[in-house]
Nanobody
């Protein structure tokens, strides 16, 4: 199971840090991804981190502002979000991929999903 937390309501330009805690001690064997769903829109890929944190991936709109990371000793993945914009508003979901997510932006690569945490950015 995955438990996402850290969402909240902030103003444009502010920062938030999301966490995704995994109950599995084998979390290190999974790639971890973050997706978001804005009101009235489909879920979209945000960022992902490979096993051992060797590689990271971002959608273009968050590059340079968001940082994805993981701490396998804590069975947790993180998404540091800086310089937030109103268009970053949405429910953020974390996900874990046993296959390592060779296509990290493809939601079908992920086996487990957290319940989502709401991020609201006002202008």
């Amino acid at each position: 199971q995955l438990q996402a937390s850290g969402g909240g309501s902030v103003r444009a330009g502010d920062s938030l840090s999301l966490s995704c805690a995994a109950s599995r001690r084998t979390f290190s064997a999974y790639a971890a991804g973050w997706f978001r769903q804005a009101p009235g829109k489909e879920r979209e890929f945000v960022a992902a981190v490979s096993r051992l944190g060797r590689d990271t991936y971002y959608t273009d709109s968050v590059k340079g502002r968001f940082t994805v990371s993981r701490d396998d000793a804590q069975n947790t993945a993180y998404l540091q979000m800086n310089s937030l914009k109103p268009e970053d508003t949405g429910v953020y979901y974390c996900a874990a991929s046993w296959s390592g997510a060779p296509r990290p932006a493809d939601a079908s690569e992920y086996d487990y999903w957290g319940q989502g945490t709401l991020v609201t950015v006002s202008s």
